[in-house]
């Protein structure tokens, strides 16, 4: 079975200062990872993935997040934040295709990123 | 907007009742998936079903049942409502099965049970 482990559950930060919302995972079988974003008051939305190759993605809002496989981590980042980053972030894995697809997201219990002005 | 639609948004009702929470996918999804998210468990996955079939299973309750009709839409009934069922329970539709596919949420319905 997966896990994943979002170390923080409340990360305050100024104002167009970086961030860094660390995800760990552990998984026996190879996996994808996901960060999703969740406002206020709405359902949750896809921020960026790893699926496979360069372990560095980036978001077009200005995300970024690193696969690290030694480490099992998969840390989101954005080098200066904005009031409207105001949410709950959620890591989360599934397993990599085994000619299945029969399961579903394992989620991290969240991040809450308050910008501070 | 992420395509996919959930009615209602709010419930309130008692213990020892029946609720059906009902969900339409994005145009053109196959796959339909419920996740429970509460103070205390976080979000857990609960089902999938794929082109009208259950797919997998994840922490559902056997007082918990669900099914994708031929029109795609699926529905989640959950029945001896107890006080710890009160959460905010997602729909989300992704095309196919692939694991690595995007799974598009819903708005959610809370649930609260009294």
């Known amino acids: 079975a997966q896990s994943v482990t979002q170390l923080d559950s409340q990360v305050p930060v100024f104002e167009e200062a970086p961030v860094e919302l660390r995800c760990n995972y552990s998984s026996s079988v190879s996996v994808y990872l996901f960060w999703y974003v969740q406002y206020p008051n709405q359902g949750l939305q896809l921020l960026l993935k790893y699926l496979s190759g360069s372990t560095l993605v980036e978001s077009i809002n200005g995300f970024e997040a690193e696969f690290n496989k030694s480490q099992t981590s998969f840390h989101l980042r954005k080098p200066s934040v904005h009031i409207s980053d105001t949410a709950e972030y959620f890591c989360a894995v599934r397993l990599a295709d085994s000619g299945g697809g029969a399961d579903g997201l394992t989620f991290g219990k969240g991040t809450h990123l308050i910008i501070q002005p | 907007d992420s395509g996919v639609t959930q009615t209602p948004k709010h419930l309130i009702t008692a213990t020892g009742q029946r609720v059906t929470l009902r969900c339409s996918p994005r145009s053109g999804d196959l796959s339909v998936y419920w996740y429970q998210q509460s103070l205390d468990q976080g979000l857990q996955f609960l089902i999938q079903?794929?082109?009208?079939?259950?797919?997998a299973k994840g922490n559902i309750l056997e007082r918990f049942s669900a099914q994708q009709f031929p029109d795609l839409h699926s529905e989640l009934n959950l029945s001896s409502l107890e006080l710890g069922d009160s959460a905010l329970y997602f729909c989300?539709?992704?095309?196919?099965?692939?694991?690595?596919?995007?799974?598009?949420f819903g708005p959610g319905t809370r649930l609260t049970v009294l």
């Open positions: 079903y794929y082109n009208g079939e259950e797919r």
């Open positions: 989300a539709s992704s095309p196919g099965t692939s694991g690595a596919g995007t799974q598009y």
